[in-house]
């Protein structure tokens, strides 16, 4: 267990290792009464203000030029944003800009036709009550022009279905075997990997392009349960369970493991809930069994 714990340990240190171009900052005073104000924050947010973090980045754009980008992000995943857009920026993989989702007045749509990649943002899944994983700042847009989300809906006909297009000018990028800049399907060459590789490498392990309803290929994001557990973690131990998901991302992918109040197991013995996440075991039991062994 102590090897793998250090093992972890050594790896946020190597994240958290990067290029002068890159900053990682709290939020200030100003972006948190913008927040307040628009209301992408609300006091009833899964996660704390005081746990968001700026992740300011250099990109390309879709003309070669360097630009600086920022995005909001919850602090146990902002070394690993941080590194996944170093690494887009390295291979000059285009993003047309990154700006907070206030300059949008926290209105999704806006923000998607005018091609901004971003995160945080405390909303509802479009058209439906459950929180977005934006809402926990572990959920990242990408180019939403060349990455479009297509939500299908029946009409009076139950036989008759449209497909709505966000935004509507991504209908020029709905074949995606026809890659072209800025589509995360595009392969970043030194790497060998594509974007949507990138990215799960980095524990964003669900892909909106994997999705049937809606299908949404800018959308990036860790499981539910994982962005759940994050938030009722302290910032140091979320940032571990998240290096642990990382590399064990089995029992946090499983929808069951929600069937499970973690939570309070964690809140009623927080050492021993952390040394059990130290084995590599323990992420391999199913739901229940993990759950039982914490009891």
Partial sequence: MRIFFSMMCALIASVNTLSAAYEISTLSTELKTQMIDIGTWKSDCPVDMDRL???????????????????????AVASRVAAIFETLYQHRF????AKTIEH???????????????GFNYRPIANKTLLSVHSYGVAIDVNPIQNPCMEPQTISDPEEVKIPIQPASGQAYLNRTNIRAGMVEQKLEAS????VEL???????????GWNDPVDWQHFQPSRATAEWLAFMSPEDATLLFEYYIAHPALLNNPKVREFDFGTLYEKNRSKFMQALQSPNFWEMPPEMAYHSLL
């Fill in 53 to 75: 973090r700026l992740v300011r980045f250099m990109h390309y754009n879709f003309s070669g030029e360097q630009q600086t980008g920022e995005i909001v992000v919850l602090e």
């Fill in 104 to 118: 949008y007045a926290g209105n999704d749509k806006p923000s998607m036709a005018a091609n901004n990649t971003s």
């Fill in 199 to 209: 990215f799960k490498q980095n524990g964003f392990y669900v892909w909106g392009g």
């Fill in 94 to 97: 285009p993003i047309a800009q």
């Fill in 192 to 195: 060998g990997l594509t974007v």
